[in-house]
């Protein structure tokens, strides 16, 4: 029966069907790339999300920012691999002339669809400064930006108030560095502003042909473009947000790249798909559970420190995790600057001291209250099991994810004040930047949820941002993460992984170090 | 009649209006907020408070309610927090795909449910009606999800027969990738819909006027069908008009599983977010689409039977 059924093509049991019926079906049937495998040059991928926002002045996820890179061009993009780096898209040149000012020359023949012509620097001045102009909140991403000085139509110079060194790799390759044609976004909206969804012109590889919400976003290959060929004809990114029904639907060839989830990990590696590629891959998100320095109960650092050495990181990571993550040493993700090679305090901790901290405290029958979001219950229960071991009752609080993440804000109540424990995670950028700034004094009750307090760390916060020499920046990052583990309000757990697979029949896969895939340099099988 | 329809568009109108404002007591009771949810830590204060300003969450709840309101009479529900596409687009876009899934599932389960009810009416404690009862049992305590996942697994997976996500383009590929979900959604209410055609075809089959009929030497088969089937079918029409509101909850399991568009899934990720604008959106329209389809069933009755249309 399993020959028999196992023989039988997703075609011609379609087929079949539609001749059963009468031909109606079999009339009707366009040959659509959805139903059928790939045929020619189409890349069928999955995303995690649908587009909600194609205007790079406006960005907010990464999503977008995947269909961003092949329909956009930018001064400079990442380079795929294992390792950190960038190379030059759209600028033939590009260099830091002083610590506030860079200078970039445009390649010539970029060009605009919609007959807005060749990209020139005041596309690139129009597109870096809006950010700035309508408050947008991409607009972090360029730290100190004053203005964009045009030199001469190809030429010109960025120019920052502050050094700010995280713009070489988490602005110009990414989101944000995205050059939008002004007369095209003028026309469109009259000021400049958002324009949303719909983008008056394209200059990337790619076109977007079009835009069905929550099924698919088809990229066609731009006749305009001068750059290197991408290698396939069309690009069709689905959405599925369960990574269950991904993982179904990839088995079932309805899509040729998809991430997998880390509990499915193993059983992938044990039993791939046919012609399958699995590939796993560090994340730089940073996942910790914070301590709440001022609350009465966790005031006194014996207690934090306490509950800092009796969790047992790997053990949390084989029950939250399926075992298929890394241990953290700080909030720097593996191969960025500032990575600690160790954490001070052990991944497995250390139950005798944890005891003796809690002795030294004076604190006996402690019960405590960790929140977090329904997704990490396991998780809190790993930390309750081991904290009971050294006399302190967890209880654990379960939140959902919208209320879970104003939990220690002080702008949205009183709850802050209650808050003890937490697990919890940010997504990241590469560079260590983001990494750390959420935990100066500014961000308490915003999102230092720990309420620590360190001008030290304030100090070295603003200092590594300008600091371009690798070495130094690497020194003072590793320098902030002791400070925060020596607080007792952190506990790292991990920076995460990225286990995706791809069909080899189909593609030659192309991402970051990180897993975020590159579809401008997928290659055909 | 006319009088009984002018009652139920001011009760559905009532209705719909309670719903909704029910729904803006609860958006501000439930802690969240949208800017978080969208940029997580990069949502600056500044840009918290820009965002809480265009939808207007700064204003005094009676002032949402009455903007809100205010805005539905003229058409307007708002735009979407993120895309800044207008409500009524991103609503009206995804509503077909779970009106499709609905109806198909349920005029399925109805095709197959109420013929297997009536001969096992029929065929009462034969093994066949025997066999159909412990097969509707089961088909209905299997939830919809499990069935959904199982369906994907063997007729997707390991098969290859069916398409396992989506919702495919153009008329007939709409087809093809319905009838995965709507066999997980509609499998239950087989169960559901047959045991119920069965007792009370039993009920009817007992009365005197079917015995009257019998005595005329009708043939079985006009009498099931001319006489005690419209009778017996009532209750089916009022369970499948309730049972609409049933579906739009199991439509976000199946839109999830089978990766496919529409409103239930819509609703849940908006909620999600915190996109409030869609939330109250869509909820406006999965209330008028339950208002609807109760008094659609209420008016089918009415069709079958002469005395629920005299107590119009």
């Known amino acids: 029966m399993n020959n028999i059924a196992s023989g039988i093509s997703r075609r011609s049991f379609l087929k079949t069907g539609a001749a059963l019926g009468g031909g ?51 001064l400079t993009r990442y380079k795929p691999g294992s390792e950190w780096g960038w190379e030059l898209e759209a600028a033939e040149k590009i260099e830091q002339v002083d610590p506030t000012h860079i200078r970039f020359r445009l390649k010539k023949g970029f060009k605009f669809t919609g007959g807005y012509g060749e990209m020139t620097a005041k596309d690139v ?14 607009k972090v991403d360029w730290g100190s930006l004053d ?76 006749p305009d473009w001068s750059g290197p060929k991408p290698g396939f004809d069309e690009i069709r990114i689905i959405p599925i947000s369960d990574p269950k029904s991904a993982e179904r639907a990839y088995q079932a060839g309805d899509v040729d790249f998809t991430w997998v989830s880390l509990d499915s990990l193993a059983s992938f590696r044990k039993n791939p798909p046919a012609d399958t590629k699995i590939e796993q891959h560090p994340s730089i998100q940073y996942h910790w559970i914070g301590i709440n320095v001022d609350h009465p109960k966790l005031k006194d650092i014996n207690v934090r420190k306490a509950i800092q050495w009796a969790i047992n990181v790997p053990q949390i990571l084989d029950v939250a995790y399926a075992g298929e993550a890394a241990v953290a040493t700080g909030t720097i993700a593996p191969g960025l600057v500032g990575h600690r090679d160790k954490a001070l305090v052990p991944p497995e901790g250390d139950l005798t001291k944890a005891r003796e901290f809690l002795e030294k405290a004076g604190v006996s029958d402690l019960t405590l209250t960790i929140s977090v979001e329904s997704a990490d219950a396991a998780l809190a229960q790993a930390v309750q ?116 697979m791809y069909r080899t029949t189909q593609m030659q896969a192309a991402t970051r170090p990180d897993g975020r895939p590159l579809y401008n340099d997928f290659g055909p099988a | 009649m006319w009088l009984y329809l002018l009652k139920r568009v001011v009760l559905g109108v009532a209705v719909i209006a309670i719903a909704e404002a029910f729904l803006l007591l609860m958006i501000h009771a439930v802690p969240g907020d949208p800017a978080v949810a969208l940029l997580g830590p990069q949502a600056t204060p500044e840009f918290r408070a820009q965002l809480h300003q265009q939808m207007g969450l700064d204003k005094p709840l009676v002032v949402q309610i009455v903007t809100f309101f205010g805005g539905l009479l003229r058409g307007n529900l708002g735009f979407d927090v993120f895309s800044q596409r207008p409500v009524a687009d991103v609503v009206f876009e995804q509503l077909p795909y779970t009106i499709e899934l609905i109806l198909v599932s349920i005029l399925w389960a109805v095709a197959v449910a109420v013929p297997l009810g009536c001969y096992s009416a029929m065929r009462r404690n034969s093994m066949i009606d025997q066999a159909v009862g412990i097969v509707a049992v089961a088909t209905i305590a299997i939830p919809s999800f499990v069935m959904a996942v199982s369906a994907l697994l063997i007729f ?93 909850s199991s439509a976000v399991f199946i839109e999830v599983v089978f990766a496919r568009p529409g409103i239930g899934a819509l609703i849940v990720n908006a909620v999600r977010a915190r996109n409030y604008p869609v939330v109250m959106g869509g ?30």
Not at chain 1, 125 to 138: L, Q, Y
Not at chain 2, 283 to 310: G, H, K, Q, Y
Request: proline fraction near 5%.
């Open chain 2, 156 to 248: 997707a997976v390991m098969l290859g027969w069916l398409p396992a996500i989506g919702a495919g383009t153009g008329f007939a590929d709409r087809v093809i990738h319905l009838i995965l979900p709507a066999f997980a959604m509609g499998i239950g209410w087989v169960g559901y819909i047959s045991r119920l055609v069965r007792a009370s075809m039993l009920e009817i089959l007992g009365e005197n006027h079917i015995r009257m009929a019998r005595s005329f030497g009708l043939s079985e088969w006009r009498i099931v069908t001319g006489y005690a089937l419209p009778l017996a079918i009532l209750p089916t029409v009022t369970i499948i008009g309730v049972g609409i509101a049933w579906l739009l």
């Open chain 1, 24 to 74: 109606v079906i079999a009339a009707g049937m366009p040959l659509s790339q959805v139903i059928w495998a790939a045929e020619g040059k189409l890349l069928k991928v999955r995303s995690m999300e649908d587009i909600n926002k194609l205007d790079p002045g406006f960005y907010n996820n990464s999503q977008n920012v995947d269909v961003m890179n092949c329909i956009y061009s930018k």
């Open chain 1, 385 to 500: 099991a081991q904290l009971s071991q050294i006399g302190i009752a967890l209880t654990v609080d379960v939140q959902e994810s919208g209320s879970f993440w104003t939990l220690g804000m002080e702008s949205e109540g009183e709850r802050w004040k209650e808050l003890q424990l937490f697990f919890t995670y940010f997504n990241s950028v590469p560079d260590p930047h983001y990494a750390t700034v959420y935990f100066v004094s500014d961000q308490v009750g915003i999102w230092n949820w720990q309420r620590f307090r360190s001008e030290r760390y304030d100090e070295l916060s603003a200092k590594a941002a300008t600091v371009s020499d690798p070495g130094e920046r690497a020194t003072m990052y590793y320098e902030m993460q002791d400070l925060m583990e020596e607080s007792g309000a952190f506990r790292f757990i991990t920076n995460g992984s990225t286990p995706l």
């Open chain 1, 125 to 138: 001045k129009f597109s870096f400064e809006r950010a700035i102009k309508f408050n947008s909140p991409v």
């Open chain 1, 147 to 222: 203005h964009v000085e045009i030199e001469d139509d190809y030429t010109g110079v960025i120019v920052h108030k502050t050094p700010f060194v995280p713009l070489w790799y988490i602005t110009l390759p990414f989101g944000a560095g995205h050059i939008m044609s002004e007369d095209a976004v003028i026309k469109a909206t009259g000021d400049g502003n958002d324009f949303g969804m719909t983008p008056p012109a394209f200059s990337g590889p790619y076109l977007l042909a079009e835009w069905k919400p929550k099924q698919y976003v088809h990229l066609t290959r731009n």
């Open chain 2, 283 to 312: 909820a406006l329209v999965t209330t008028f689409l339950i208002v609807t389809a109760t008094t659609m069933s209420d008016l089918i009755n009415a069709a079958l039977d002469p005395r629920a249309r005299e107590e119009l």
